[in-house]
């Protein structure tokens, strides 16, 4: 299953609203979830299940969708949310990522 | 606290070998499948493998399959990863995750925690 983002890269300002979309290639109902990476670190999962947020996330993030078009929301950028964003599919066994949306400051 | 400690990257020549490890703690790890997950320099994230908390299921990417091969030791808290026939493409930092599911409902499966990674470079 292909995992497309966009857009690739994105720049926004504090307090932004900021969207980054993810398509699968078929339906995968809601095995999508989401994370983000900072440079040299590892990512970490920010929501789950599409739209479930993991524990100790900021509200500020959510996630919608199901079957092939998914997004993650950012309501409010804060300086600490410029990293880069993936999707990722658990709906095959054969597990597949998104190529990944990074979020610059502008 | 969850703590996740891969070793054994290192730099290998093309067509050699490496094994992987990762130190699980902080959670009962023979409850819980786990999961390599690799990052080439500059690149995205890249699935590797998957092997349940039995040892009864074992998932590879097509890019790997024949050449690594996923193993456990839930004696001693500890993932594994043998790598054969390491190609220039292999190069990346590799990382341990735990395989989390959600509580209620369906079950999706996702990377709750990961470990720092460690890094392999594939290079003569």
């Known amino acids: 299953i292909q995992m497309t983002q966009s857009p690739p890269s994105l720049s926004a300002s504090v307090g932004d609203r900021v969207t980054i979309t993810c398509r699968a290639s078929?339906?995968?109902?809601?095995?999508l979830n989401w994370y983000q990476q900072k440079p040299g670190k590892a990512p970490k999962v920010l929501i789950f299940a599409a739209s479930s947020l993991q524990s100790g996330v900021p509200s500020r993030f959510s996630g919608s969708g199901s079957g092939t078009d998914f997004t993650l929301t950012i309501s409010s950028l804060q300086p600490e949310d410029f990293a880069t964003y993936y999707c990722q599919q658990s709906f095959s066994t054969l597990i597949t990522f998104g190529q990944g949306t990074r979020l610059e400051i502008k | 606290e969850v703590q996740l400690v891969e070793s054994g990257g290192g730099l290998v020549q093309p067509g050699g070998s490496l094994r992987l490890s990762c130190a699980a703690s902080g959670f009962i790890f023979s409850t819980y499948s786990m999961n390599w997950v690799r990052q080439a320099p500059g690149k995205g994230l890249e699935w590797v493998s998957y092997i349940s908390s039995s040892s009864d299921t074992k998932n590879y990417a097509d890019s790997v399959k024949g050449r690594f091969t996923i193993s456990r030791d839930n004696a001693k808290n500890s993932l594994f990863l043998q790598m054969n026939s390491l190609r220039a493409e292999d190069t990346a930092v590799y990382y341990c995750?735990?395989?989390?599911?959600?509580?209620?409902?369906?079950?999706?499966?996702?990377?709750?925690?990961w470990g720092q990674g460690t890094l392999v470079t594939v290079s003569s």
């Open positions: 995750a735990r395989d989390d599911n959600t509580a209620s409902g369906v079950v999706v499966s996702y990377f709750g925690p």
């Open positions: 078929q339906s995968i109902s809601s095995y």
